[in-house]
């Protein structure tokens, strides 16, 4: 009887790894070999002359030979099999002089030659959309985006300053559960299916309780990769989704700094060099502080938002100091500091989070690029939730992350491979719906080792995978292939696709019987699980999370400056270790295994040309669950979300801005209150007197999310002034308003009460920055 629930999938994991293992296998030999010692490679750092930053994604290319290479998140490029002789080598950006040099290749010379570029006045939209034709060309980028500086700036700032979580609520497929408690969803996974690091550092919890703001300052940020799915072998640890975030270094040249003042918060941001920016090395420091204090200032600004006002408030710290040698070569050494709290009349929330880390990015003299980086973070919550008469709810997750990645160039392909050891600790204390306690403290260990290749075959885009990941403190251990493959169709239209095997070891526990959910708790693999049931027991008792991802699409650019990219998706979710919600006695095990799917498609289409900028999303996604018992839709399945962006630089050197963001989605579900009755204190057993106690309002739920909210809408606008008094200096004032026709967004309905409680009013604000 076991065959007739042995999945098609298991079979499927197995071809894969062997097709796979032959294809890197074949790719490491042939490659290697075929890349004899007659020719000679260039490579170097791409730099802003002025403040020593590195230029990221933009082209370098040789004219002589026609060929390029876009540089990476450090402003690194390198271009192989370079026959001998004399050539030009040149780079144009946006906002820049081009900047070029001379150079001479000798059969098995490796040259380093970094570029200078420096600003100037008038800017060549069309040079940066050369540069991501030939990225979108030469990558696969299935369900990837990547967001930078400028990306950031093109929402209304709320309060007036741009974030990453604001952006991130308009990428397709993503879903945010709100203003107020917000948390990020991403094609069908809940929030700890997603993996968001910063610099190397795995961040358990990016987003504070006011859903318009993350922990990370956009001001320090070079870029973020964000893998709705579909993601290749380099990432691991989460069945869902990867952000991956990387921050600049300081000013290498001069003292400088930026200064937000604004009703919801202020941001005081410092850097600069310790050893200054000379031949391409140097030594800085970057240091950001931003609190919050709208529990205060909306009681004043904004006070029909509430007699208590809006009870949010947050402090986040973070610090870098980075060396940088002549060749590129850095070492960077951070820290940081974040914390949250929520004080609503029946629910008071707080978590807070540090950690410590350095990572390093290493250019030795062979055609290999070596990249580590080793870490400890810590994330602790508390929850007090009166309204269920529950005890205390406290989830601790500390871990440390050691890893080191290896990528070798040959020409137009790559090979990268890679090793990482993860460990964490985690403690949970949770009371559910029927006053039934849970209490785990555990400690894991992860060993991983993976092997990607990118081959281009004429138009074709291969990057084959393999992650291997070692679970030890589990006793489990998985082989995860990857591939991710692009066709381009013709110069303006591209085929692409994705697929892979995923697990993990992290589960969530949240409770889908709380209208609102502002405490998110980690939980370890349980050591054991319910398995009763054997058409969910499909892998003979393991205790991970599974997944398969199956990613399909097509993108082309619209005119010089338009592009669409159409994606579906389908996600298996094989395995999903979860709390049991249906415990009402000590007896019934604490945890069960849920399947499950998500699927759908997304649609985006932008332009982007001078001073006018364009975004619009729309998104389907269908997701489902299933306990064995019954088949549900999660609190998150929203079926339909859209998003309209638009920005407009308008007056001198375009120094006025206009933003405008609307947001539209369909109802969440949620679990409907059927009835209430007295809970009594029979902890005594026989021996209980019910007859002299006052029991406690208990709550009859109805069945699980069989409810549906009322469909949620907002629209956003700013208008921003900046004044140059200098060349480094300047004054920018921002003018923002959040839900400008006052849309009456559920939040949340009090259960005892019954009570609705919104999502936030109209709220308008001024801000100032000033920048030197």
Excluded at 35 to 40: E, F, I, N, V
Excluded at 537 to 556: C, D, P, R
Aim: with cysteine; charged share 15%.
């Amino acid at each position: 009887m076991k065959k007739l629930y042995s999945p098609p999938e298991k079979m499927l994991q197995k071809k894969f790894i062997n097709i796979f293992l032959l294809l890197s296998l074949f790719a490491c030999t042939t490659s290697i070999g075929l890349h004899a010692q007659t020719t000679g490679e260039v490579r170097g750092i791409v730099y802003d002359k002025e403040s020593g930053e590195p230029i990221i994604f933009t082209n370098v290319f040789i004219r002589e030979i026609k060929v390029g290479r876009p540089t990476d998140v450090n402003g690194f490029y390198a271009i192989t099999k370079i026959k001998p002789g004399k050539y030009e080598i040149s780079c144009n950006y946006m906002g820049y002089d081009s900047g070029s040099a001379t150079i001479t290749i000798l059969e098995g010379s490796i040259i380093t030659q970094n570029i200078y570029l420096t600003k100037k006045t008038n800017q060549l939209n069309e040079v940066q959309v050369s540069a991501e034709k030939q990225k979108a060309q030469t990558e696969t980028r299935v369900s990837n985006i990547t967001i930078t500086q400028k990306e950031l700036k093109q929402l209304p700032a709320f309060g007036g300053e741009p974030d990453l979580a604001q952006y991130l609520q308009v990428l397709p497929g993503v879903v945010f559960s709100g203003d107020q408690g917000g948390q990020l969803y991403m094609r069908g996974g809940p929030p700890v299916q997603n993996k968001i690091m910063i610099d190397g550092m795995t961040i358990y919890n990016p987003f504070h309780s006011i859903g318009l703001f993350s922990v990370f300052d956009a001001d320090i940020i070079r870029s973020a990769d964000v893998y709705a799915g579909g993601f290749n072998a380099q990432y691991g640890g989460r069945i869902g989704s990867i952000i991956d975030v990387t921050t600049r270094e300081g000013n290498k040249t001069r003292f400088a700094g930026k200064i937000n003042v604004n009703p919801i918060t202020t941001k005081i941001l410092l850097e600069g060099p310790i050893s200054k920016f000379k031949d391409g090395s140097s030594v800085s420091y970057i240091l950001s502080y931003k609190t919050s204090y709208l529990n205060q200032t909306s009681k004043v600004l904004y006070p029909y938002a509430g007699v208590n006002g809006l009870p949010f408030s947050f402090n986040d710290v973070y610090g870098k100091f980075s060396y940088v040698g002549t060749n590129g070569s850095k070492f960077n050494f951070f820290g940081f500091n974040f914390n949250d709290a929520v004080n609503y009349p029946n629910i008071k929330n707080n978590w807070n989070s540090y950690g410590v880390g350095s990572n390093f990015f290493l250019v030795p003299s062979g055609s290999t690029i070596i990249n580590g980086a080793v870490s400890y973070s810590d994330y602790n919550m508390q929850q007090v939730d009166n309204q269920n008469y529950n005890a205390p709810r406290q989830s601790e997750i500390s871990g440390f992350t050691i890893a080191m990645n290896f990528t070798y160039f040959m020409g137009k392909d790559d090979i990268k491979y890679g090793f990482e050891m993860n460990g964490f600790n985690t403690t949970f204390n949770y009371v559910n719906g029927y006053g039934i306690s849970l209490n785990q403290e555990q400690s894991q260990t992860e060993l991983c080792g993976f092997l990607k290749y990118k081959k281009t075959i004429g138009r074709l885009l291969v990057e084959p995978g393999m992650r291997f990941q070692a679970y030890a403190s589990l006793g489990e251990y998985t082989a995860e292939p990857r591939l991710s493959a692009k066709y381009n169709l013709t110069e303006k239209i591209r085929l692409k696709g994705a697929t892979g095997y995923y697990t993990q070891n992290l589960m969530s526990a949240t409770s889908d019987q709380d209208v609102v959910n502002l405490f998110y708790g980690f939980l370890s693999g349980p050591t054991s699980v319910d398995v009763s049931n054997p058409k969910l027991n499909i892998f003979n008792n393991s205790k991970l999370q599974k997944a398969i991802h199956y990613i399909g699409g097509v993108e082309a650019e619209i005119g010089q400056h338009g592009s669409i990219n159409v994606e579906g998706f389908y996600k298996n979710f094989l395995q999903l270790p979860t709390l049991n919600r249906d415990k009402v006695f000590a007896t019934d095990p604490d945890y069960i295994i849920e399947t499950g799917t998500a699927y759908g498609g997304d649609f985006l289409y932008k332009y982007d040309y001078k001073r006018f900028y364009f975004w619009t999303v729309y998104s389907l996604t269908y997701v489902n669950r299933n306990d064995g018992n019954r088949q549900y839709f999660p609190s998150f399945d929203r079926r339909h979300n859209i998003n309209l962006v638009g920005t407009y630089g308008f007056g001198k050197n375009a120094s006025w801005s206009f933003n405008a963001r609307w947001n539209f989605g369909s109802g969440f579900p949620f679990t409907q209150t059927q009835g209430y009755y007295e809970s009594l204190n029979l902890s005594g057993g026989v021996s209980s007197n019910f007859n002299s106690q006052n029991g406690t309002l208990g709550t009859y739920y109805n069945d699980i999310n069989t409810g549906r909210l009322p469909y949620f809408h907002r629209l956003d606008l700013s208008l921003s002034k900046k004044i140059k008094f200098n060349e480094h200096s300047s004054l920018m004032v921002i003018a923002s308003c959040t839900n400008v026709y006052n849309r009456s967004n559920i939040f949340y309905i009090d259960r005892i009460k019954g009570e609705r409680v919104n999502q936030l009013p109209i709220m308008p604000t001024l801000g100032i920055n000033f920048t030197f």
